[in-house]
Nanobody, 114 residues
Framework: QVQLVESGGGLVQAGGSLRLSCAASGSILIANAMAWYRQAPGKQRELVAIITSGGSTNYADSVKGRFTISRDSAKNIMYLQMNRLKPEDTAVYYC????????WGQGTQVTVSS
């Protein structure tokens, strides 16, 4: 069973930065296209950023130019660098495979105050 563990969330003021980390069991981070998702209160989970096994990246329009997804293959960790955070970025952030997510982890809460 794949385990995904997200960390790095917290409370930050608008305009601030956070870096999220995703650790996974096995080689899932390297062998698969991976993504960061987020779910805000009362809203559906949405896809934020994707990184393919080859390293190509893609972003939701709402975060393009502010967020950067990356992967450290040696450490088997995926990151999401979030800059110029906005209150609307407040959500629980999850990592998982794409296009077919596996079991979800606990996520990490990001709260951006105005």
């Amino acid at each position: 069973q794949v385990q995904l563990v997200e960390s790095g969330g917290g409370l930050v003021q608008a305009g601030g930065s956070l870096r999220l980390s995703c650790a996974a069991s096995g080689s899932i981070l390297i062998a698969n296209a991976m993504a960061w998702y987020r779910q805000a209160p009362g809203k559906q989970r949405e896809l934020v950023a994707i990184i393919t096994s080859g390293g190509s990246t893609n972003y939701a329009d709402s975060v393009k130019g502010r967020f950067t997804i990356s992967r450290d293959s040696a450490k088997n960790i995926m990151y999401l660098q979030m800059n110029r955070l906005k209150p609307e970025d407040t959500a629980v952030y999850y990592c998982n495979t794409v296009p077919r997510p596996r079991d979800w982890g606990q996520g990490t809460q990001v709260t951006v105050s105005s």
